[in-house]
Nanobody, 118 residues
Protein backbone atom coordinates (compact mmCIF):
# COMPACT_ATOMS: atom_id res chain seq x y z
CA UNK A 1 0.00 0.00 0.00
CA UNK A 2 1.33 3.40 -0.98
CA UNK A 3 1.78 5.82 1.90
CA UNK A 4 2.93 9.41 1.83
CA UNK A 5 3.74 11.48 4.91
CA UNK A 6 4.45 15.19 4.83
CA UNK A 7 6.39 17.22 7.34
CA UNK A 8 7.95 20.65 7.68
CA UNK A 9 4.91 22.89 7.74
CA UNK A 10 4.55 25.77 10.17
CA UNK A 11 3.91 29.47 10.61
CA UNK A 12 6.13 32.16 9.11
CA UNK A 13 5.95 35.82 8.30
CA UNK A 14 5.68 37.05 4.75
CA UNK A 15 9.03 36.90 2.99
CA UNK A 16 10.14 33.90 5.02
CA UNK A 17 11.00 30.37 3.93
CA UNK A 18 9.97 26.82 4.72
CA UNK A 19 11.08 23.44 3.46
CA UNK A 20 8.53 20.67 3.20
CA UNK A 21 9.44 17.01 3.06
CA UNK A 22 7.45 13.99 1.95
CA UNK A 23 8.44 10.43 2.78
CA UNK A 24 6.95 7.67 0.66
CA UNK A 25 6.60 3.92 0.87
CA UNK A 26 4.87 1.11 -0.97
CA UNK A 27 5.77 2.14 -4.51
CA UNK A 28 8.91 2.18 -6.57
CA UNK A 29 9.23 5.93 -6.29
CA UNK A 30 12.18 6.01 -8.61
CA UNK A 31 9.72 5.28 -11.40
CA UNK A 32 6.92 7.60 -10.27
CA UNK A 33 6.30 11.29 -10.70
CA UNK A 34 6.08 13.15 -7.41
CA UNK A 35 4.22 16.35 -6.73
CA UNK A 36 2.87 18.91 -4.32
CA UNK A 37 -0.61 20.35 -4.20
CA UNK A 38 -2.24 22.76 -1.79
CA UNK A 39 -5.72 23.50 -0.56
CA UNK A 40 -6.78 26.69 1.17
CA UNK A 41 -9.98 26.86 3.25
CA UNK A 42 -13.04 26.93 1.04
CA UNK A 43 -11.03 26.47 -2.14
CA UNK A 44 -10.24 23.62 -4.47
CA UNK A 45 -6.99 21.72 -4.69
CA UNK A 46 -4.30 23.64 -6.56
CA UNK A 47 -1.27 22.14 -8.28
CA UNK A 48 1.97 23.57 -6.90
CA UNK A 49 4.90 21.61 -8.32
CA UNK A 50 5.86 18.25 -9.78
CA UNK A 51 9.00 16.38 -10.71
CA UNK A 52 9.25 13.66 -13.32
CA UNK A 53 10.74 10.27 -12.55
CA UNK A 54 12.51 9.69 -15.85
CA UNK A 55 14.55 12.86 -16.20
CA UNK A 56 14.03 14.70 -12.91
CA UNK A 57 12.54 17.67 -14.73
CA UNK A 58 10.50 19.96 -12.47
CA UNK A 59 7.29 21.74 -13.43
CA UNK A 60 5.43 24.39 -11.48
CA UNK A 61 2.13 26.11 -11.07
CA UNK A 62 2.16 29.72 -12.23
CA UNK A 63 1.61 31.15 -8.76
CA UNK A 64 4.82 29.69 -7.32
CA UNK A 65 7.30 29.88 -10.20
CA UNK A 66 10.66 31.37 -9.23
CA UNK A 67 9.79 31.14 -5.52
CA UNK A 68 9.41 27.39 -4.93
CA UNK A 69 11.81 24.58 -5.85
CA UNK A 70 10.94 20.90 -5.92
CA UNK A 71 13.57 18.18 -5.63
CA UNK A 72 13.69 14.45 -4.98
CA UNK A 73 15.92 11.84 -3.40
CA UNK A 74 14.95 8.47 -4.85
CA UNK A 75 17.37 6.58 -2.64
CA UNK A 76 15.44 7.90 0.39
CA UNK A 77 12.00 7.85 -1.28
CA UNK A 78 11.61 11.52 -0.47
CA UNK A 79 10.51 14.64 -2.26
CA UNK A 80 11.08 18.16 -1.01
CA UNK A 81 9.56 21.57 -1.59
CA UNK A 82 11.70 24.59 -0.80
CA UNK A 83 9.45 27.61 -0.45
CA UNK A 84 11.02 31.08 -0.47
CA UNK A 85 9.55 34.56 -0.35
CA UNK A 86 6.33 33.22 1.10
CA UNK A 87 3.18 35.31 0.80
CA UNK A 88 -0.04 35.27 2.85
CA UNK A 89 -1.83 33.77 -0.16
CA UNK A 90 0.45 30.72 0.12
CA UNK A 91 -1.40 29.79 3.31
CA UNK A 92 -2.89 26.33 2.82
CA UNK A 93 -2.60 22.66 3.59
CA UNK A 94 0.16 21.24 1.40
CA UNK A 95 -0.24 17.69 0.19
CA UNK A 96 2.26 15.33 -1.37
CA UNK A 97 1.13 13.19 -4.29
CA UNK A 98 2.45 10.52 -6.62
CA UNK A 99 1.47 9.06 -9.97
CA UNK A 100 2.66 6.54 -12.49
CA UNK A 101 2.72 8.89 -15.47
CA UNK A 102 0.83 9.34 -17.70
CA UNK A 103 -1.91 8.28 -15.29
CA UNK A 104 -3.49 10.86 -13.00
CA UNK A 105 -2.18 11.61 -9.52
CA UNK A 106 -3.57 8.71 -7.53
CA UNK A 107 -2.07 8.71 -4.03
CA UNK A 108 -2.06 11.57 -1.54
CA UNK A 109 -0.67 12.32 1.87
CA UNK A 110 -2.64 13.79 4.76
CA UNK A 111 -1.05 17.19 4.32
CA UNK A 112 0.89 19.69 6.40
CA UNK A 113 -0.31 23.18 7.31
CA UNK A 114 1.56 26.25 6.11
CA UNK A 115 0.49 29.61 7.49
CA UNK A 116 2.00 32.87 6.28
CA UNK A 117 1.21 36.06 8.17
CA UNK A 118 1.55 39.58 6.79
Amino acid sequence: QVQLRESGGGSVQAGGSLRLSCAGSGRTFGRADMGWFRQAPGQGREFVAGIRWNDGAPFYGDSVKERFTISRDDAMNRVYLQMNNLKPEDTAIYLCATRSAPMPWDYWGQGTQVTVSS
